[in-house]
């Protein structure tokens, strides 16, 4: 049974950075989709970031453009993202999710069915 494993959270001030990882265990990533999600207390899970493994097209929500990067190492079987310029309502469990879906970057929550523990970011202000 594959599982997914994130680590990278913590606690930055505003404005600072982090750099999240997603691996998974036992198996490679393969042709899936992967994405970040993000839920923070009282609030719906939502979409963050996504990219294709195959050729790497990326999505991203409106309110991290410009701020956050995602990024795969298929050598390494690993997905980041590097949040940058970060604000406190950033301030969320991030979950990394697989896709089925492997020909685009989808932003539906309901296209991913695999998920991470979370790892939770707080920033302060």
């Known amino acids: 049974q594959v599982q997914l494993v994130e680590s990278g959270g913590g606690l930055v001030q505003a404005g600072g950075s982090l750099r999240l990882s997603c691996a998974p265990s036992?198996?490679?990533?393969?042709?899936?989709?992967m994405g970040w999600f993000r839920q923070a207390p009282g609030k719906e899970r939502e979409f963050v970031a996504a990219?294709?493994?195959?050729?790497?097209?990326?999505s991203y929500a409106d309110f991290v453009k410009g701020r956050f990067t995602i990024s795969r190492d298929n050598a390494k079987n690993t997905m980041s993202l590097q949040m940058n310029s970060l604000k406190t309502e950033d301030t969320a469990v991030y979950y990394c999710?697989?896709?089925?879906?492997?020909?685009?970057?989808?932003?539906?929550?309901?296209?991913?069915?695999?998920w991470g523990q979370g790892t939770q970011v707080t920033v302060s202000s």
């Open positions: 999710a697989r896709s089925r879906v492997t020909w685009q970057a989808t932003k539906t929550i309901n296209d991913y069915d695999l």
């Open positions: 990219i294709t493994l195959s050729v790497g097209r990326t």
């Open positions: 036992g198996r490679s990533f393969g042709s899936y989709t």
